[in-house]
């Protein structure tokens, strides 16, 4: 059975970084594309950054372009979230996600498989 674990989050002042992991098994050879989603209380999840797990191709959102970076490890079937330069308004529950469809954009619901959670707060 398939399982995604976050791991990393925490609470870090105005500009400061943090990574968050994501660690998955039971699944790596059937999935094609992973990917980051935070969301707040009342709010939709929010879509962040999503790689190919084949190649390492990635996009982000426009909020988190240049400031947040995607990555993975093929070897520790582990995704990475390195975030920098951290706002307030980053502040949220952050779920990795996982599919078996193509790489490329997906909303929430075409994802497969997701994570926990992990909470991230920006303190000013």
């Known amino acids: 059975q398939g399982q995604l674990v976050e791991s990393g989050g925490g609470l870090v002042q105005v500009g400061g970084s943090l990574r968050l992991s994501c660690a998955a098994s039971g699944i790596i050879f059937d999935i094609n594309g992973m990917g980051w989603y935070r969301q707040t209380p009342g709010q939709e999840r929010e879509f962040v950054a999503a790689?190919?797990?084949?190649?390492?191709?990635?996009y982000y959102a426009d909020s988190v372009k240049g400031r947040f970076t995607i990555s993975r490890d093929y070897t520790k079937n582990t995704m990475y979230l390195e975030m920098a330069s951290l706002k307030p308004e980053d502040t949220g529950i952050y779920y990795c996600?996982?599919?078996?469809?193509?790489?490329?954009?997906?909303?929430?619901?075409?994802?497969?498989?997701w994570g926990q959670g992990t909470q991230v707060t920006v303190s000013s």
């Open positions: 996600a996982a599919k078996r469809a193509p790489y490329g954009y997906s909303p929430p619901h075409e994802y497969d498989y």
């Open positions: 790689i190919s797990w084949k190649d390492g191709e990635s």
